[in-house]
């Protein structure tokens, strides 16, 4: 049973730039949570998506935008990017909209912004 | 606003004692917490909960106490081992997300 899968690992992008950040969720969990984990932070909630709709929001401006899929997958779309966008992004998948206590995350995907 | 607190960011101990991590809260209506374990190029994995009626739970090695009184939680690793070396959070639930701690790294030597 594969579980929550991230692509890619890693990435290099130039300030300015648009970056698309890809999710599949744990076989049967239809839910998808993006976190951004900064260097010595806790991971920090961007937003939810289900039933392909955004469903909660975290404190982070509008160039954070996501998408998700009939099969359940998600984007993470991240646009003019900031140096301050480097982070480690985590993917969180659960079954059926509510508080995340049964979240599985993902590797996550190191985005480095120069 | 941090609501999740973790004051220690590293803590050392030796194999085969006990590892404390602690965790403070500030909101009172959060009534379920849990503690993630992270290793370096792995995402957060699931390892013990607690429910706010409860004020221990245990499960092998780990288990983690809640004084609802004094909003602290703690994690209790008993006997510490060298691949529980890792990066710990403490986490509530709220509503559609997860609230978390700024995390403790956990190095236990031979």
């Known amino acids: 049973d594969a579980g929550v899968t991230q692509s890619p690992t890693h990435l290099i992008k130039t300030r300015g730039q648009q970056v698309t950040l890809r999710c599949s969720p744990k076989?049967?969990?239809?839910?998808v949570s993006w976190y951004q984990q900064a260097l010595g932070q806790g991971p920090q909630f961007i937003f939810q998506?289900?039933?392909?709709?955004?469903?909660q929001r975290g404190n982070f401006p509008d160039r954070f935008s996501g998408h998700q899929f009939p099969n359940y997958s998600s984007e993470l779309n991240v646009n003019a990017l900031l140096l301050g966008d480097s982070a480690l992004y985590l993917c969180?998948?659960?079954?059926?909209?509510?508080?995340?206590?049964?979240?599985?995350f993902g590797q996550g995907t190191r985005l480095t912004v120069v | 606003d941090q609501q999740v607190k973790q004051n220690s960011p590293s803590l050392s101990v030796q194999e085969g004692r006990i590892s404390i991590l602690n965790c403070d809260y500030t909101?009172?209506?959060?009534?379920?917490f849990l503690w993630y374990k992270k290793y370096p190029a792995e995402g957060p994995t699931f390892l013990i909960s607690?429910?706010?009626?409860?004020d221990k739970n245990e499960d092998g090695r780990f288990t983690v106490f809640l004084n609802k009184s004094a909003k602290h939680l703690s994690l209790h690793i008993v006997p510490s081992q060298p691949g529980d070396s890792a990066v710990y959070f403490c986490?509530?639930?709220?509503?559609?997300?997860?609230?978390f701690g700024t995390g403790t790294r956990l190095q236990v030597f031979p």
């Open positions: 909101n009172s209506m959060f009534d379920y």
């Open positions: 969180a998948s659960s079954l059926g909209q509510g508080t995340n206590t049964e979240a599985f």
């Open positions: 076989s049967g969990h239809d839910t």
């Open positions: 998506y289900y039933e392909e709709e955004e469903r």
């Open positions: 986490a509530a639930p709220a509503t559609d997300k997860l609230i």
């Open positions: 607690i429910s706010s009626i409860k």
